[in-house]
């Protein structure tokens, strides 16, 4: 088939990747426009489908609207038979859709119809789904609403992060896309049959994009709150809060990789019961004595009071300086008589999406 690719980020580029080794004859790859950096020092970043596009030698553009008249003339001009759409960042209009003879598929990175929008990944961590998966649904002009052509799903692992679960999705996606155009392939679009199944509109729910705001940390929250919110917001916007210490002074951190560790406080030492406070951090001697009479397999060097039991902290990263073990984060702050961890000033409204998605589940 002769296809016209449309993607920007890295999960497109494998799906992208095994159509050309395939044998399809890839028209043209259209990325969305490069943005500039922040940094002027910087040169502007290079998105990886223009990467991998100009590695493969492969005619590559990125019109500001993909729904222009001067790019639909030059999209209608290449003659395809299918646009293969993933992670491109425009929604195209029907009139887009409509220059090549199947028109249009897209590669998302949810079950749908759960989870359409910007950051599907992201949200089935965040709302606490047992599985994940890709669809491939061929396109209207409605936000991820077409009809369902191929759909794969996988177990989401207890301590997998989004990071890592994009990477899987984006290989089962390969499989999913290459299948979905095999189907096309043999489809007839002036049939009366048509392509795919119908999404129940009841059962979707948005997956909107992510803000720094998002990844505000609240003590007073429940563990698996706490764990999904770290796991889900890495590596971007990742998770953050700001520690307090007796001086009144306070440090920035990111918390990299943690895990939840579930305690009943009634049946804590009296030694420990009495610094058990939510948002204060054990560490040092309190620690020690936790890890006695817990007998846990876990490491808990470094925790934070949520409540319901410990956050335990293995990996986080001060304004400044570089990532570090919780071990090595404590050689420097571990003489601390208290540290804190601060509330905020407003409501984290991430932790209201969070449980309502969960309810829909």
Not at 264 to 287: C, F, H, M, N, Q
Not at 329 to 344: K, N, T
């Amino acid at each position: 088939m002769r296809l016209i690719l449309m993607g920007t980020g890295p999960f497109a580029v494998p799906s992208f990747q095994g159509l050309r080794v395939q044998g399809h004859d890839v028209a043209a790859v259209v990325t969305r426009p490069e943005v500039p950096s922040a940094n002027t020092k910087k040169p502007t970043p290079i998105s990886p489908v223009r990467s991998w596009a100009e590695s493969c030698s492969l005619t590559v553009t990125s019109p500001a609207s993909i729904n222009s008249v001067e790019s639909i003339e030059w999209l209608r001009s290449l003659q395809a038979d299918l646009l293969v759409v993933c992670d491109y960042g425009q929604i195209l209009s029907s009139e887009c859709l409509s220059v090549s003879r199947l028109g249009g598929i897209n590669l998302h990175g949810s079950l749908l119809p759960r989870h359409r929008g910007a950051a599907p990944v992201q949200w089935s961590i965040l709302s606490g789904d047992q599985n994940a998966g890709v669809s491939i649904i061929h396109m209207t002009p409605g936000l991820d609403a077409g009809p369902v052509i191929v759909q794969e799903s996988t177990q989401i692992a207890p301590t997998e992060n989004a990071f890592q679960l994009e990477s899987r999705l984006s290989t089962l996606g390969t499989k999913a896309t290459l299948h979905a155009v095999d189907l096309l392939q043999n489809w007839n679009p002036a049939s009366t049959e048509s392509i795919g199944l119908p999404q129940d509109k009841s059962q979707a729910t948005k997956a909107p994009r992510l803000s720094k705001a998002d990844g505000a940390l609240v003590a007073d929250s429940l563990l698996k709150y706490l764990d999904r919110q770290i796991r889900g917001l890495y590596p971007w916007p990742g998770c953050y809060g700001n520690l307090i210490f007796p001086n009144g002074q306070a440090l920035r951190v990111i918390v990299h990789e943690a895990s939840p560790l579930p305690i009943d406080t009634a049946l804590l030492p009296a030694s420990v019961r009495d610094a058990w406070d939510i948002g204060r951090l054990i560490y040092g001697e309190k620690a020690k004595q936790l890890q006695n009479h817990l007998d846990s397999q876990e490491d808990i060097s470094l925790g934070l009071i949520a409540i319901d039991g410990l956050l335990l902290l293995k990996s986080l990263q001060p304004a400044g300086k570089k990532q570090m073990t919780a071990d090595e984060f404590l050689r420097g702050y571990s003489r601390m008589e208290w540290i804190r961890l601060a509330p905020l000033l407003e409501p984290n409204s991430l932790l209201a999406r969070m449980k309502l998605l969960e309810t829909a589940t």
